[in-house]
């Protein structure tokens, strides 16, 4: 029996997709000028990744266009099941989505 | 369809260019100690109008520093950052950078990017360090609650009032980010006046891979719960209430009452709609207010060639006048003086259309005065000097293209006052004056003329070091004795200058050339009155116009040149004893205690004369280019206006010739132009 529910999970195992990571890195300058890049920079993640870092460690400048961009960007993630953390200096970052009301959306959660 | 947008750069420049003006006027008016709120909004309104303008047009660079400068001026304007010098000296200095961006972008050429990103640097800084610099501003900190709503800690209600719940609905138009506007700047500026709680409505909002990411799809919900009055929180939403959809309520339903000055557009205009209002619409913070007021002005804004062509055509319509009166005279008959009577009134009407044609090019003169605060202020520091600008007339108007160039002589003049006129704080304390030197620039009509002063309570002119330097330099001569007017005449002469150390600001000597020449380009003149001790005088005086002119018709053989008036003294005979030929044959006489050289013009201009003896024609007395001759004429014919025709766009540069202008009998009349005129003689008599 035992022996039995092993090669089930094995089996489960082998027919679940490999996890795969994805980072994305900010740029320095993520406000109106360049968030056509940005965007480009989103849409380009691969469908099977299941986990997507935000890197905004170089991030200097951004403003709600991009924040607009990004919480499109979480929440099309969400939908599909995707991980989303970010990392980095996230304090402004944090300030700016819980002033804009977009807490929830950024990290996946809505 | 699609709007080409470059059609409207032009307006974009002129506008920026004068909003950056009043930008460096409210700086230079800012009382660091205590600023006024009104000249920071003033500020802030022109960085954000740019900002939005550049954002617009596609100006990134510009876009991304005013958007640095204007979270800075935010952080002034909420009073987290307290505005001392050195902020006030930056705020100088990214009027410097705008306009050179604007500059540089307008005539496509590369921007400084290191002098951008420097200036930027040092705002961000002060931005980032903002706490350790600022004043008692309460903390707007926000923490988040379970709805992901921020809430916001209570600011500055230091007397407790009321509390009320505003409810505030937040629907921005879809160009809302284009346009310069960031809501989240918004925010942070209402959790200064209360708790706010904020949910964002994502219901508009499309996948990624659908949107067009600088468009605002994102509405908002906010809560504040607040003891500010309507107006403060309306306040924050002046600049974008053009721009979105907006309520403002009490909460229990009942509408609060509204800001009846600030009523709230519900029909967004996007750009492409509307292309003949781009720049208002594109300049958020201008939008509503100064939308408004430049329809309660009445004003439009048109092109100056525009302008110039209905100048040129009143110009022909005068010419015209001229030949039917001239042609109606000689007309007989019946119908002779109806005719003579309607071409009366005809004369009438034209001048009154000259002359609301010609108020149209003028422009007060403050729109050059107005660079000259800064300047001073910026020279008084380096120099180390006490000095303080006072300005009068400025008001007074004149054209446009005086205006334009009179700029550059009105520079040279100042920092020369400065450089050498205004004594260091010691010197002038040790001479019982006011440490704090004065300059005073001034403007008025006097008859058809403008006159500019420029004044200061320095040293004044040192004749005797003047004098010691023009010997030595081998301009005047051991034994010349000069009156003290001559004298001062002497610091306009070329090369000349009596400055030890020779600095970027003066000292080199071609300061004083340059503005006597560029005056008299104008048709002008200026004059140095100084007294030692006590400061000196310029005073600088311009025709009213560059388009018609009033000038002395004269007879040379069969040709007509005009002189203008203002370079005209007087006209006389001389008698055959009154004329001296000197060693190198040259002609002079007697005026006024001197003698002035003879040109005749009949030479000058190869023309054939109906008088070669002098006493048979008639000298007129004129100044130009700092000196005074006798021009020899067959006869004068009479004084009147005359429109200018450029010679150069038509024909090309003739030697001693300012102009053309055709007379009443369709002939063509040359204007003089007096100091190219003595030039040239010089010249040929030198060789």
Request: charged share 25%; proline share 4%.
């Amino acid at each position: 029996m035992k022996s039995a529910r092993k090669s089930v999970r094995r089996a489960r195992r082998s027919s679940e997709p490999t996890a795969r990571s994805e980072v994305i890195a900010l740029p320095a300058d993520c406000t109106l000028r360049n968030i056509g890049a940005l965007r480009d920079q989103l849409c380009a993640v691969p469908a099977d990744v299941t986990n997507i870092t935000l890197d905004l460690r170089q991030l200097e400048r951004f403003d709600t266009a991009t924040l607009q961009l990004v919480a499109a960007f979480a929440r099309d993630q969400m939908r599909r099941g995707t991980n989303l953390l970010t990392c980095g200096n996230r304090a402004v970052w944090d300030e700016a989505a819980e002033l804009l009301g977009l807490t929830a959306t950024l990290a996946g959660r809505v | 369809m699609a709007i080409d947008l470059t059609q409207f750069h032009d307006a974009f420049f002129d506008e920026s260019f004068e909003a950056l003006d009043a930008m460096e006027s409210s700086l230079l008016k800012l009382d660091t100690g205590s600023p006024d709120a009104e000249s920071i909004n003033t500020i802030f309104r022109v960085a954000h109008s740019i900002k939005g303008g550049a954002a617009t047009f596609g100006f990134g660079e510009i876009t991304s520093f005013t958007h640095s400068l204007e979270t800075l001026l935010d952080e002034l304007r909420g009073k987290r950052i307290t505005i001392s010098q050195r902020i006030c000296d930056l705020l100088l200095k990214s009027v410097d950078v705008m306009r050179a961006m604007l500059g540089a972008t307008k005539g496509k050429q590369p921007i400084d990017a290191q002098a951008v990103a420097d200036l930027q640097f040092d705002i961000e800084l002060i931005i980032v360090h903002r706490d350790a610099g600022a004043a008692a501003a309460p903390s707007s900190a926000t923490a988040p609650d379970d709805s992901g709503a921020a809430t916001g800690a209570p600011a500055d209600h230091e007397e407790p009032g009321r509390l009320v719940e505003w409810l505030i609905e937040l629907r921005p138009g879809p160009e809302f980010f284009e346009r310069g506007t960031d809501p989240v700047r918004i925010f942070r500026e209402l959790a200064v006046l209360g708790n706010l709680l904020v949910t964002a409505h994502l219901d508009a909002l499309p996948s990624c891979q659908d949107m067009h990411p600088g468009r605002c799809y994102l509405s908002w919900s906010l809560s504040l719960v607040s003891d500010a009055p309507e107006a403060a929180i309306r306040e924050i939403f002046e600049w974008v209430n053009a721009d979105c959809d907006l309520t403002v309520k009490a909460s229990g339903g009942a509408l609060a009452p509204r800001k009846a000055a600030a009523p709230v557009p519900t029909v967004l205009q996007p750009v492409s709609a509307a292309p003949p209002s781009v720049i208002a619409e594109a300049a958020p913070p201008a939008s509503a207010a100064q939308a408004a007021n430049a329809m309660d002005s009445g004003s439009i804004r048109v092109g100056v060639e525009k302008i110039d062509e209905l100048i040129n055509t009143v110009g022909e319509l005068v010419i015209t006048h001229a030949m039917l009166s001239q042609i109606s005279r000689a007309v007989t008959g019946p119908s002779s003086e109806a005719l003579r009577t309607a071409i009366q009134q005809l004369e009438r009407n034209m001048r009154q259309l000259q002359e609301s044609v010609m108020r149209v090019r003028m422009l007060p003169i403050s729109a050059v005065f107005s660079r000259f605060p800064r300047m001073v202020r910026d020279l008084g520091q380096r120099l180390e000097k006490q000095v303080e600008l006072k300005i009068t007339g400025e008001t007074t108007e004149l054209d446009k293209t005086v205006l334009e160039k009179i700029g550059d002589p009105l520079v040279h003049l100042v920092r020369n006052c400065i450089d050498h006129g205004i004594e260091p704080a010691a010197a002038r304390a040790a001479a019982g004056k006011n440490v704090v030197g004065t300059i005073h620039m001034n403007a008025s009509h006097r008859g058809g003329s403008i006159c500019i002063e420029v004044s200061d309570d320095g040293g004044g002119l040192d004749c005797e070091r003047i004098l010691a330097k023009a010997r030595t330099a081998g301009v005047v001569g051991a034994n010349d004795n000069l009156t003290r007017e001559e004298i001062q005449e002497l610091i306009f002469l070329p090369g000349f200058s009596t400055a030890e150390i020779t600095t970027d600001v003066s000292g080199r000597g071609v300061g004083m050339d340059v503005v006597r020449r560029n005056v008299s380009d104008l048709g002008g003149k200026i004059e140095v009155h100084s007294e030692r001790g006590r400061g000196s005088l310029f005073l600088i005086t311009l025709p009213l116009t560059l388009a018609i002119v009033d000038g002395l018709s004269v007879a040379v053989g069969d040709q007509t040149y005009i002189l203008p008036m203002m370079s005209t003294i007087e006209s006389l005979r001389l008698g055959p004893t009154q004329v001296t030929t000197i060693a190198d044959g040259r002609e002079v006489f007697g005026f006024r205690d001197d003698y002035l050289p003879i040109i005749r013009l009949y030479r000058f201009f190869d023309v054939t004369p109906r008088a070669r003896a002098l006493h048979d024609g008639l000298v007129v007395v004129v100044e130009g280019a700092g000196r005074r001759v006798g021009l020899f004429v067959d006869d004068l014919l009479g004084q009147q206006q005359v429109v200018i025709k450029s010679l150069e766009t038509n024909y090309g540069h003739v030697a001693g010739i300012a102009a053309a202008t055709i007379l009443g009998d369709g002939s063509v009349a040359l204007i003089l132009d007096v100091p190219d005129l003595i030039r040239g003689a010089s010249r040929r008599e030198a060789a």
